[in-house]
Nanobody, 125 residues
Framework: QLQLVESGGGLVQPGGSLRLSCAAS????????VGWFRQAPGKEREGVSC????????NYAESVKGRFTISRDNALNMVYLQMNSLKPEDTAVYYC??????????????????WGQGTQVTVSS
């Protein structure tokens, strides 16, 4: 049974950092494109960052470029999102998603069929 589980969310002050983790089970992650998406209250789900199957290609939303870094460890079946210089507007539920046909260069939620349950990130003083 394919499963994705996010962890690492929490409350952080503006300018702080968090590292989100996505653990995959029930399948081998190395043939899947993986993405991080977020959804704030009253807003549509948006792509934050996506990574190719082997990690050689990445894509970031303009709003997080230079602050967030996506990475993966296929040997551990894990994907990470390092978030630095966090801002209040980064507050959202963050989701990990995977799909063998996902397109890392587009990072569109409609291309991803498997999703985690989400982890809350709150940036506030």
């Amino acid at each position: 049974q394919l499963q994705l589980v996010e962890s690492g969310g929490g409350l952080v002050q503006p300018g702080g950092s968090l590292r989100l983790s996505c653990a995959a089970s029930g399948f081998t992650l190395d043939s899947y494109v993986v993405g991080w998406f977020r959804q704030a209250p009253g807003k549509e789900r948006e792509g934050v960052s996506c990574i190719s199957t082997r990690g050689g290609w990445t894509n970031y939303a303009e709003s997080v470029k230079g602050r967030f870094t996506i990475s993966r460890d296929n040997a551990l079946n894990m994907v990470y999102l390092q978030m630095n210089s966090l801002k209040p507007e980064d507050t959202a539920v963050y989701y990990c998603a995977a799909d063998p046909g996902g397109r890392w260069y587009r990072c569109d939620a409609r291309d991803f069929g498997s999703w985690g349950q989400g982890t809350q990130v709150t940036v506030s003083s």
